[in-house]
C-alpha cells in the first residue's frame, strides 16, 4: 500500500516549491548493527530534512541475495553499509548507479571502487577478530590461541562458534581471508581442520562474540565491532588478532540504478561520504575511508591497520558463488558425516 | 445491506415482504460468493501457486523438474529428511503418551486442581515456539542452570526434540481432552459387573473410542514438528530439518523455487494424515447414542494418587521451561551478572523490530480476531443455516477444510509466490498488514470454523424456521437470536484467534515488511542476532500479553453465561 503513496510523495515533492515539502520516503537496504542504525538516521535526516529513511537490515548474505532477486524490480533506492565485495556483486549485474559523492576527494583511493564515477565508496573496515572468554577459558583450562592455526588444536573441540559465510558477510571474509594468505588448498585444508572443533555455525557475524561473552561457546570467530562494544560493557572478553593477519572488508554505501528516488540517493551517498558522517562510523570503527579522522579505540592495538591482510576484493567477489558452493558441499549438513571420518 | 435499493411497490405489505426477501438474498447468496471469493484467493490460490512455482524453472530459483529431482536425490536432503523424519516420530512417540494421561486424569479421575493443571498445560499456546527453545537454552546451554544433568549440550536432536514435545503438548491434549470427555457409563457399569478388571474395561471400552483421537493426535503433532522452524533455529545447532531448510532457501538465499519444493515436501505428511484421519472418521461413525449416560469416575485413592504424581511432573516441568524464560530475560548478564533489571525490555536500542512489533502484533492480532470471527461465524451461518445452493455450501465447506492440512509454512510461501506474481493487481497487498491479517486467519480458519459449526448445531432448525414464518428477515434474526446465543462460542474464537495471531511465525516470517514487522518474528530476528536476552524478553511479553487476553476473554464470558444465558443450564442434557 505504502509504495503508491511513496510515489505520490515523491511527485509532491518533485513539484512542491519546498513550502509544503513533503518528505521523500528512501528506502535504504544496510547490513549495518542494529544498534548504529538509530544514531545514523538521525544524523542524515536532520542533514536532510526532506528525506526521510525506511530500513532494510538483515545479513550481509541475506540483504545481498534480496537485491538480486529484486533485479527486475528494485525495491531498494540505496544501499548504506554494505560489503564492498557484494557491492562489487550489483555492479557487475549493472544494478547500481555510478555517482561521485560531494567529498569523493578525501576518501582513499583503496578504500573506493576504482571506476569513475565509483559505482560504490567505502564508510568504513571492519575485520575478523577472535573473542575469547577469559572466565571460561579458566575454568576448562584453555589456552589462549594466538595464530588462526592454533584454532584447530584439539583442545578447542566443540568450543568455536564461527558465521555461516553464505548468509553472514563476517563469515565469508574470513573464508576468503584463509584462502588467500594460505593458498587455496592449504586453505581448505585449515577449514578442514577447524570444522573439528567448531561447536556451531551460526547466522550473524555478531552472535559468535556475543556467544563467546556469555560464554556459551569460549571462543567466537567474530569482528572488532561486537568484540570492543562487549567488553565496553564489562564481558570477561580477551580480543585476539590473529598474527597470521586479518581478513576484512570495506562497508560501503551505492545508489541503486532506475530509483525514482534518485536525488535523495544521491543526498544519502554525499553524507556517507561526509567528515560529518565519519565522526560516526568513528564511534564505531578504527579504520575510516576518509584518512585522518579515526580516533584510536583503548580496546585495538595502535598497529591495528597494519594487520588486516592484502586483500583482494575483485577475486572475493568473482569467485563468491563457488567458495560459497564448496563451502556449503564441505561444511552445511553435514557436520555430523564430517566428524565421523 | 442495500436492502433499501427496492424499487418503491404500490402495496405496503408486498413492498415489506419483498425488501425482506431481497435484503436476505444479498446477506445469503451476496455472504457466500463473498466468502467463495475469498476463499479462492486466500486458500486456493496461493496453493496453487506453490505448485506452479515449484515446477517452473527460472533461472537461480532453484526450482523446475530438473532441479526437483537433484534436490530429491541429493545426499544433503536424504539427510535432512531422515532428520526431520526422526525428529518428528520421536515427538509424537514422547508426546502423545503423556498428552493421554494428562488427558485421561483429567477426564477419568478425580484428581484435586483440575483447573489449574488444564491452564498450566495450556502455556505453550500462549507463546510463540521459539520460547521453549530459549528456555531450553538457559536451561540445559553449555552456561545452563541444569547443565551438569546432561552429558552433552542441548544443541541438536535432543534440544530439537524436547522444544516440540513442550510446543506441540497442548495441542495434542486438546484432542485428547474431547475425545476422553465422551464415556458411556452404561459400559463400565456392564464390565464391572460382569467382572471385567479395569485395565479390561480400558481395553475394550476407552481404548477403543479414543483411539482415533490418538491417531490425530499423532498426526497432528508430527505435522506440526516437521513443519516447525522455531524450535530447530534456536536449539538446533548444527542439526538441520526440512523445514529450516526451506526457510532458509527462502528468506536467505531467496531461493523460491527451491523453497517451494521443500513445501510440498513437507505438505505431504499433512496430505497423509487429513486423509487418513478422514477415512478413519467415517469407519468410525458415532459412538455415543443419545440415551448415554454421563460417565462420572468413582474415588479411588490409588488411581488418583498415581495420576497426580503424573499430572504434577507434568506441570513441573512446563512452569520450569516458562519460568526459565521469563527469569532469563529479567537477568542483566548471563550467567556472569545475575542481578535482575528490564534492560532487555529495552527493545528499541537493538536488533529485531522493538516496539513497533510488539505494537504491530497487537493490531494483527485484534484485526484477526475482530475480522476473522465475524468473517468464519457468518460463513459457518449461511453454510449450517441456510438449505438453498447446496452445491455452493458444499464448496465452500470443502474449502475451509482446507487450511487444515496446510502447514503456515507452506501458506506462507504460497502466499509469497502468489501475491508477489508480477501482473497480479493485488500485489499492492505484499508486506502490508492487510496481507497477514488475511493469512493469518486462512491458516487458523478450520478450527475456528468447527467451533462455530458445532454451536450452531446446537440450535434448533426451529428458530429460522419460525423467522420464516414470520416474515423477518434471516440476517435480523441472525443479528438479534443467534449470535446472542453463541456468544460464549464466539469468545472463544476471539480468544483463539488472538492468541494464535499473537504467536504465529510460520506464516508471518515471509511476509512482514520493514513496517508491519511482528513481535514474533522480532524474536527470532533478535535471537539470530545474538541477542537472546532481548529474545526471551520479546517471547515473555507475547505470552503475558495471551495469557491476559484469554483470562479476559474467559472473565467475560463466563459473565455473559451467567447473565445471558441462564437457559442453558434448565436445558436436559447441557
Redesign the interface.
Known amino acids: 500500500?505504502?509504495?503508491?503513496m511513496a510515489l505520490a510523495a515523491a511527485v509532491l515533492a518533485t513539484f512542491s516549491l519546498n513550502a509544503f515539502a513533503a518528505k521523500t520516503e528512501l528506502t535504504v537496504y544496510t547490513a549495518l548493527?542494529?544498534?548504529q542504525l538509530?544514531s545514523y538516521k538521525e544524523a542524515f535526516e536532520k542533514a536532510n530534512p526532506d528525506v526521510e529513511i525506511?530500513?532494510?537490515?538483515d545479513?550481509t548474505?541475506?540483504i545481498t541475495?534480496?537485491l538480486?532477486?529484486e533485479k527486475?524490480?528494485p525495491q531498494a533506492d540505496a544501499v548504506w553499509g554494505l560489503a564492498a565485495s557484494s557491492l562489487a556483486i550489483l555492479d557487475q549485474q549493472g544494478m547500481l548507479q555510478s555517482y561521485a559523492p560531494k567529498d569523493l576527494g578525501k576518501i582513499g583511493a583503496n578504500y573506493r571502487d576504482a571506476a569513475n564515477p565509483p559505482a560504490w565508496v567505502g564508510m568504513d573496515v571492519w575485520a575478523a577478530t577472535i573473542c575469547f572468554n577469559t572466565?571460561e577459558a579458566e575454568k576448562q583450562g584453555l589456552t589462549k590461541p594466538v595464530s588462526w592455526q592454533d584454532l584447530t588444536k584439539p583442545e578447542y573441540k566443540g568450543k568455536i562458534v564461527m558465521p555461516n559465510p553464505?548468509?553472514s558477510g563476517t563469515g565469508f571474509l574470513d573464508v576468503s581471508a584463509w584462502l588467500q594468505t594460505f593458498g587455496e588448498k592449504q586453505g581448505w585444508a585449515y577449514m578442514d581442520g577447524l570444522h573439528q572443533n567448531?561447536?556451531?555455525?551460526?547466522?550473524?557475524g555478531?552472535?559468535?562474540?556475543?556467544?563467546a561473552a556469555?560464554?556459551?561457546?569460549p571462543i567466537g570467530i567474530s569482528f572488532e565491532y561486537?568484540a570492543v562494544q562487549l567488553k565496553r560493557?564489562?564481558?570477561?572478553l580477551d580480543i585476539i588478532l590473529p598474527k597470521e593477519g586479518l581478513g576484512w572488508e570495506i562497508e560501503a554505501t551505492a545508489v541503486i540504478k532506475g530509483t525514482p528516488h534518485e536525488e535523495a540517493a544521491k543526498k544519502l551517498a554525499d553524507f556517507s561520504a561526509s567528515a560529518e558522517a565519519m565522526d560516526l562510523y568513528k564511534e564505531n570503527f578504527a579504520v575510516l575511508a576518509q584518512p585522518g579522522i579515526a580516533k584510536p579505540q583503548t580496546e585495538l592495538p595502535a598497529d591495528y591497520e597494519q594487520r588486516l591482510i592484502k586483500n583482494d576484493f575483485a577475486w572475493a567477489s568473482k569467485n563468491r558463488d563457488e567458495i560459497l558452493a564448496e563451502w556449503r558441499k564441505r561444511y552445511?549438513?553435514?557436520?555430523?558425516?564430517v566428524v565421523a571420518k | 445491506m442495500n436492502s433499501n435499493l427496492a424499487l418503491p411497490l404500490p402495496h405496503k405489505q408486498v413492498r415489506q415482504s419483498s425488501t425482506a426477501e431481497i435484503g436476505d438474498r444479498i446477506f445469503v447468496v451476496g455472504g457466500k460468493i463473498v466468502l467463495l471469493v475469498l476463499l479462492g484467493l486466500a486458500v486456493l490460490l496461493p496453493l496453487l501457486a506453490i505448485f506452479w512455482r515449484g515446477f517452473s524453472n527460472d533461472a537461480?530459483q532453484g526450482g523446475g523438474w530438473v532441479a526437483a529431482k537433484e534436490l530429491v536425490t541429493s545426499?544433503?536432503f536424504h539427510?535432512?529428511l531422515g532428520n526431520s523424519l526422526k525428529v518428528s516420530l520421536s515427538v509424537a512417540a514422547i508426546v502423545v503418551p503423556l498428552a493421554y494421561l494428562f488427558a485421561y486424569a483429567l477426564q477419568r479421575t478425580l484428581i484435586p486442581g483440575k483447573g489449574i493443571w488444564r491452564g498450566i498445560s495450556l502455556l505453550p499456546l500462549m507463546a510463540p515456539s521459539m520460547l521453549p527453545g530459549i528456555a531450553l537454552?538457559y536451561l540445559f546451554?553449555?552456561?545452563g542452570m541444569l547443565r551438569g544433568l546432561l552429558s552433552d549440550n542441548i544443541?541438536g536432536f535432543w534440544g530439537i526434540v524436547l522444544g516440540e514435545v513442550i510446543y506441540t503438548f497442548p495441542h495434542a491434549l486438546m484432542i485428547l481432552l474431547s475425545a476422553l470427555s465422551l464415556a458411556d457409563a452404561r459400559l463400565f457399569d456392564a464390565a464391572s459387573s460382569m467382572g471385567a478388571s479395569p485395565a479390561k474395561a480400558f481395553r475394550s471400552i476407552t481404548w477403543p473410542a479414543t483411539r482415533q483421537a490418538v491417531f490425530a493426535a499423532f498426526c497432528l503433532v508430527f505435522t506440526l514438528t516437521i513443519t516447525d522452524f522455531g524450535v530447530p533455529v534456536v536449539v538446533g545447532?548444527?542439526?538441520?530439518v526440512l523445514a529450516l531448510?526451506a526457510y532458509?532457501a527462502v528468506?536467505?538465499?531467496?531461493q523460491?523455487g527451491r523453497g517451494a519444493l521443500i513445501g510440498m515436501v513437507l505438505l505431504l505428511p499433512a496430505l497423509f494424515s487429513f486423509g487418513v484421519d478422514a477415512w478413519l472418521r467415517r469407519r468410525q461413525g458415532d459412538s455415543m447414542s443419545g440415551r448415554a449416560q454421563v460417565f462420572k469416575p468413582l474415588p479411588s485413592k490409588w488411581r488418583d494418587g498415581c495420576y497426580l504424581v503424573i499430572v504434577l511432573l507434568i506441570c513441573a516441568a512446563l512452569l520450569l521451561v516458562f519460568g526459565m524464560a521469563v527469569f532469563s530475560s529479567l537477568v542483566k548478564?548471563?550467567?556472569?551478572?545475575l542481578s535482575l533489571s528490564f534492560n532487555h525490555y529495552q527493545f528499541?536500542?537493538?536488533?529485531?523490530g522493538g516496539w513497533l512489533a510488539y505494537s504491530n502484533s497487537l493490531k494483527m492480532a485484534l484485526g484477526t480476531a475482530l475480522i476473522g470471527s465475524v468473517l468464519i461465524f457468518t460463513g459457518a451461518y449461511l453454510m449450517e443455516k441456510t438449505r438453498t445452493q447446496r452445491g455452493l455450501n458444499l464448496t465452500l465447506r470443502l474449502l475451509s477444510f482446507v487450511p487444515m492440512a496446510v502447514p503456515g509454512l507452506v501458506l506462507g510461501l504460497g502466499y509469497v509466490f502468489f501475491f508477489n506474481l508480477?501482473g497480479n493487481p493485488l500485489h499492492?497487498?505484499y508486506g502490508?498488514m492487510?496481507l497477514l491479517i488475511v493469512c493469518t486467519i486462512a491458516h487458523y480458519l478450520t478450527t475456528a470454523q468447527m467451533t462455530a459449526t458445532t454451536a450452531l448445531r446446537q440450535l434448533d432448525a426451529e428458530f429460522e424456521a419460525a423467522a420464516l414464518s414470520l416474515k423477518a428477515p434471516l440476517y435480523r434474526h441472525y443479528l438479534r437470536v443467534t449470535v446472542p446465543i453463541c456468544l460464549p462460542a464466539l469468545l472463544d474464537i476471539v480468544r483463539y484467534l488472538f492468541v494464535s495471531a499473537m504467536t504465529t511465525v510460520s506464516a508471518a516470517i515471509f511476509l512482514y515488511?520493514?513496517?508491519t514487522i511482528l513481535a514474533a518474528v522480532a524474536v527470532l530476528n533478535m535471537d539470530?542476532?545474538?541477542?537472546?536476552g532481548g529474545a526471551a524478553a520479546m517471547s515473555t511479553l507475547i505470552l503475558f500479553t495471551s495469557a491476559g487476553v484469554s483470562l479476559l476473554l474467559a472473565w467475560a464470558s463466563r459473565g455473559l453465561l451467567r447473565r445471558s444465558q441462564a437457559w442453558r443450564q434448565t436445558a436436559p442434557g447441557h
Open positions: 500500500m505504502f509504495k503508491p548493527e542494529a544498534e538509530k525506511k530500513w532494510v537490515r545479513s548474505g541475506i541475495a534480496k538480486l532477486a527486475a524490480r572466565v553464505a548468509s567448531i561447536g556451531q555455525y551460526v547466522h550473524s555478531s552472535k559468535p562474540c556475543k556467544l556469555a560464554g556459551e561457546f561486537p560493557q564489562g564481558a570477561p552445511d549438513g553435514k557436520s555430523e558425516k | 537461480g545426499e544433503n539427510w535432512l537454552v546451554g553449555n552456561q544443541y545447532g548444527d542439526y538441520q531448510e532458509k528468506v536467505g538465499q531467496q523460491f548478564f548471563w550467567p556472569y551478572n528499541n536500542e537493538t536488533a529485531g508480477t499492492v497487498l502490508t492487510t515488511s520493514p513496517d539470530d542476532a545474538g541477542n537472546v
